[in-house]
């Protein structure tokens, strides 16, 4: 059998290594955009909770339209885990 030079096991290891590598960065960076989020709902909902306990809401409009931008944001981020769920899965 003549030499190629080709090693397969190498080179299916490679391979490997470089999936492995870009699906831990993937899955580092959906992890790092959760905390960030779920960070800001905890935040605001402290926010809320606050302007509700003081009781000096005059006007609710500017708490509801925050609160409206929070939950879109939150039927946003289900999405985005739903379809890196999937995307990991394939």
């Known amino acids: ?4 030079g080709f090693d397969s096991n190498q ?5 490997i290594d470089e ?5 831990r960065h993937t899955i580092q960076l959906w992890v790092q955009w ?4 779920l960070t800001v709902n ?3 909902l402290g926010w809320f909770a606050g302007e509700i306990a003081t009781g000096n809401l005059k006007n609710t409009s ?9 939950i879109c944001q939150d039927v ?3 999405g985005i885990c739903f379809a890196v769920r999937r995307w990991i899965q394939n």
């Open 1 to 4: 059998m003549a030499d190629t």
């Open 11 to 15: 080179e299916a290891r490679k391979v």
């Open 19 to 23: 999936v492995h590598v870009y699906m």
């Open 34 to 37: 959760f905390t960030f989020f």
């Open 42 to 44: 905890y935040v605001a």
């Open 62 to 70: 500017p708490l509801v339209r925050v609160a409206v931008l929070f």
């Open 76 to 78: 946003l981020g289900i």
